[in-house]
């Protein structure tokens, strides 16, 4: 046993060094790239490198128009590392011939002496640094073929403009391209025109390599092909035939045997960019292939077979390039997979901070709403009005005891006893000053000398503390009312939040599933995208052939996505193509599973033309509809505009997405706060899902509803008190489950007490309902009302509204596709 266990100590302990020796090295590589990035960040090695390069390229043998503007870009942008470039460039310049390296040491000291003074004298830096390039060129030139007592003539005085005028557009280009040299993490998208400006610096810079050979392997060509492939993989066609034709165009100026690498190279960033699919073997193939048929111009096939070994170096080079590298560069590139998910992860980033300021905002609305309800508002009241108690009895005392000679008598050796008497005194007092009960003023007038003028102070003054304390009901009611809004304001904001967070799940296998059931059945189609799945709220976008108007999205697509996901989709949106070989863009949503038919019929009292009954249907998304019937107090226009304004208010509230037991307190509050007269309005609300015909009913004061299946009619009630009457009461809510051909019927208290012969009105409304054998709503409506009139002799002695609601099932007009996938038609 020992043996053994001493054997596991020392596999445990070779597993623990050798993971120690793992994370050893990874330590040691991430130090070694830290320290490779800070020597060519801090020492400046890639800009010193850069200008080595400039300063040897050189356009038709003699023109060097690329020292200067780096020169004056550097110095531009990054001051402290001038003296770098300006070395490097004279480093560069000395490799090739003595005239070169005399030009580029007097142009950046004439450069350095025009851009000092200018610079003092106007203070727009940018717009000078291209004039003070152009005037340093020309001058430099100018002044060495003059020394030299060479003879200026036109041809000399043209080359001497287009280097000049080269050197000016290059400090354009150089300011756009030198920043993206920095190992910096780019904080934007690159555009077309910063990607053409960084490929015209790196040719320049390969410029500077003609006349390096590796065994007789032009340099150039091979760094010139590598770039096509980086860029034709990364970019794909547009990008590589543009890299390609800069690329070709800038080292052909420099070389003119090498002018035909332009059509070599941006005919191979074509087929490169073609090819790309087939990942970096595919731009590979597409490079031989270039090579090859450009090569097969040549006499000489000793030429053709350098070409394939220089194309074979650079894809060597671009075989060893690591993928992070390349993703790291195509995250700047628009149209790349990288950049779009670059794009999706700033957009992802926006979201979350809009969200958490959102959710900021609700707990903000949360604790408002807490301050305004906590529990200890209420024991402050408690404590308040006995304190207003005190006061009161205090005042009347002051007014009544303080000249009587038995105040000592009564409150200090009975203060007790006549503290319950006068509060007694105070409470069984009635509104209009009499006192109620007889045997308490007897008691009072034995135990005081001045009882009736106690009870009278009492009488006079019971008003003004009435008043006083019905305001601060009113306030402790503002206080509930703005409590309950900024806990529906959180509630909203907090939902909201919730809807920002959602993310846009990757359906990809549903989309080659669908696909797949599309080919199966022989309908081609464009694009496919599913931004959602969840159930009741499906939304997919299609782009299909164009159809000529045959209707395939409706009759085909339509039912058998409903078969394949088990929901009713329906087309809620398309665009036709506008031209025969184009495609058509349809949008397909969710449909209900139930719709609804409504039916109305109304009376004003006396035959009127306006009701104070008012009705509404409100349609609040998410699949949910709201039926209501409101009755204000009274008759006429006064009523009609109090059970309108209801209505009106429970519709803004419900829309903003506020429950409705709350916008129900919240209407109640505002009602009873607005105005001091005795205005009172009923409410009758249902809220029908339209997914699964559930029903909630939320009856403030209203009449009964019924709801008829077949001959089978039942009622429905709930006790609330009309609303405005209290100001704070709790909403009882009534839950039902309704079936397709159910009728729900609604009526205000018009049509259910209409009848005044008749003792049992609820039997009578079902037997009546019961005898109507119609579907239609409008119909149900219209007979129920007609009857109601007819038992009361054809009088209309109060407003009469009843509202039917049909519940049906939403049958698309094209019914399903029954679909089978390959392997269930292999097994049947």
Not at 443 to 465: A, F, M, N, P
Not at 477 to 501: H, P, T, Y
Request: charged share 20%; net charge neutral.
């Amino acid at each position: 046993m020992q043996k053994v266990g001493s054997e596991s100590n020392q596999v445990l302990r070779k597993f623990v060094l050798v993971e120690r020796l793992k994370n050893n090295i990874s330590s040691h590589m991430k130090e070694t790239s830290l320290r490779v990035k800070r020597i060519l960040l801090h020492w400046s090695l890639l800009l010193f490198c850069t200008g080595f390069l400039l300063g040897r390229a050189l356009i038709l043998s003699e023109l060097s128009p690329f020292a200067i503007p780096f020169f004056g870009t550097v110095l531009f942008l990054k001051k402290e590392r001038a003296g770098v470039a300006a070395i490097a460039l004279l480093a560069g310049a000395l490799t090739t011939f003595e005239q070169t390296g005399l030009y580029v040491a007097v142009g950046l000291a004439v450069f350095f002496v025009l851009y000092s003074i200018l610079t003092n004298l106007v203070k727009q830096n940018l717009k000078l640094l291209p004039v003070t390039v152009l005037a340093a060129s020309f001058i430099t030139r100018m002044s060495l073929h003059t020394f030299a007592s060479e003879p200026i003539t036109t041809g000399t005085m043209l080359m001497v403009s287009i280097e000049a005028g080269l050197s000016s557009i290059l400090t354009l280009i150089f300011l756009q391209s030198i920043p993206l040299l920095s190992l910096k993490k780019i904080q934007h998208s690159l555009k077309n025109e910063e990607i053409v400006c960084f490929i015209i610096l790196l040719a320049s810079v390969m410029t500077g390599t003609i006349g390096w050979h590796v065994y007789d392997l032009s340099l150039e060509h091979i760094l010139s092909r590598y770039l096509v492939l980086i860029f034709a993989f990364v970019g794909g066609t547009a990008i590589g035939a543009t890299v390609g034709v800069v690329t070709g165009l800038i080292l052909g100026l420099a070389n003119i045997a090498s002018l035909y690498q332009m059509s070599l190279l941006a005919f191979s960033g074509l087929l490169g960019g073609l090819l790309k699919e087939g990942k970096k073997l595919g731009v590979s193939v597409g490079l031989f292939i270039g090579t090859l048929l450009i090569g097969l111009y040549g006499n000489e096939s000793g030429l053709l077979i350098n070409s394939l070994l220089e194309s074979c170096a650079a894809v060597g080079l671009f075989l060893l390039t690591p993928n992070k590298a390349i993703s790291k560069l195509s995250r700047y590139i628009p149209g790349t997979k990288e950049y779009t998910q670059e794009q999706q992860q700033y957009l992802r980033k926006v979201r979350d901070v809009t969200a958490n300021r959102v959710e900021q905002f609700s707990h903000l609305f949360q604790a408002l709403s807490n301050s305004f309800s906590n529990t200890s508002a209420t024991t402050m009241m408690e404590e308040e009005g006995k304190r207003e108690l005190d006061m009161f009895l205090s005042n009347v005392t002051e007014k009544t005891c303080n000249n009587c000679f038995k105040k000592r008598h009564c409150w200090v050796n009975n203060f007790d006893e006549t503290y319950d008497y006068m509060a007694k005194i105070m409470t069984e007092t009635s509104p209009n000053g009499s006192l109620k009960d007889r045997a308490l003023q007897k008691d009072w007038e034995r135990h005081c000398v001045r009882s009736k003028k106690v009870i009278d102070t009492i009488q006079y003054e019971l008003g003004q503390y009435h008043a006083n304390i019905k305001l601060k009901q009113q306030v402790k009611e503002s206080r509930r009312l703005v409590a309950e809004q900024l806990q529906g304001v959180s509630q909203v904001m907090d939902n909201f939040a919730k809807e920002i967070q959602r993310e846009r799940e990757n359906h990809q296998i549903q989309e080659e599933q669908v696909k797949e059931a599309l080919d199966d059945i022989g309908l081609e189609i464009g694009n496919i995208e599913i931004y959602s799945l969840e159930k009741g709220s499906i939304d997919i976008e299609m782009s299909i052939p164009y159809c000529n108007g045959r209707g395939e999205a409706e009759k085909v697509i339509a039912p058998l996505l409903s078969d394949i996901l088990d929901e009713t989709i329906a087309v809620k949106q398309e665009e036709c193509a506008a031209y025969p070989n184009g495609f058509c863009h349809v949008v397909f949503r969710s449909s209900q599973s139930y719709v609804i038919e409504t039916g109305v019929a109304s009376a004003a009292k006396g035959g009127a033309w306006v009701s104070g009954d008012c009705h509404s249907t409100i349609e609040l998304g998410a699949g949910k509809h709201a039926v209501a019937i409101s009755d204000g107090m009274g008759n006429g226009e006064r009523a009609h505009l109090e059970s309108n304004e209801t209505l009106k208010l429970l519709q803004q509230i419900l829309q903003s997405g506020i429950d409705e037991t709350t916008a129900i307190k919240s209407v109640n509050s505002i009602l009873s706060l607005r105005t001091t007269d005795e205005i009172f309005s009923t409410l009758d609300l249902a809220m029908i899902d339209l997914q699964d015909a559930t029903v909630r009913f939320l009856k403030i004061g209203s009449s009964p509803s019924f709801v008829k299946r077949a001959d089978h009619v039942r009622m429905i009630e709930a006790s609330n008190l009309p609303m405005g009457i209290i100001e704070e009461f709790d909403v009882e809510v009534v839950s039902d489950q309704l079936k397709a051909g159910d009728f729900l019927i609604m009526m205000s208290d018009g049509i259910f007490e209409g009848p005044k012969n008749v003792e049992n009105k609820e039997a009578w409304i079902k037997r009546k309902i019961r005898e109507i054998h119609s579907d239609d709503p409008q119909i149900i409506a219209d007979l129920l009302l007609e009857e109601v009139i007819r038992t009361d002799r054809g009088q209309i002695e109060d407003d009469m509204t009843v509202v039917v609601t049909k519940i049906n099932r939403n049958i698309p007009k094209w019914s399903t596709i029954p679909y089978q996938n390959k392997n269930e038609r292999k097994r049947a």
